[in-house]
């Protein structure tokens, strides 16, 4: 496997990855947003991404089918390290979705 953090491999035995100190627990995703505005998607991708938060979305497959409608809730998934720092960048965004 390959830690998520540096893209060494990481040694599953371990509770550390051995080249950038990541904790095997901090490999969990959590929900960090919930969504189904196309406008609040974007900013939050561009929040994340200019914070060097690494994320993934889920749910994001029938907006590619549809953009630009409310049809589907889109979740912004993060490591478990970054989740109090994520949740306080997206706070704003996340009271007016």
Same mark, same amino acid.
């Given at each position: 496997?390959?830690?998520? =953090?540096?893209?060494?491999?990481f040694d599953e035995s371990? +509770?550390?990855?051995?080249?950038c100190n990541l904790k095997k627990t901090d490999l969990k995703l959590v929900t960090v947003l919930k969504? *189904? =505005?196309p406008m609040? !998607? *974007?900013?939050?991708?561009?929040?994340l991404q200019d914070s060097k938060i690494k994320f !993934?979305?889920?749910g994001e497959s029938i907006r590619a089918v549809?953009?630009?409608? =409310?049809?589907?809730t889109v979740e912004?998934?993060?490591?478990?390290?970054? +989740?109090? +720092?994520a949740k306080n960048i997206l706070k704003e !965004? =996340?009271?007016?979705?």
């Open positions: 496997m390959k830690c998520p =953090n540096c893209k060494q491999k371990k +509770e550390f990855c051995q080249h969504t *189904s =505005n609040t !998607i *974007s900013f939050a991708k561009s929040i !993934i979305t889920k549809y953009p630009l409608t =409310n049809l589907g912004f998934l993060v490591m478990k390290k970054d +989740e109090s +720092e !965004i =996340n009271e007016t979705s």
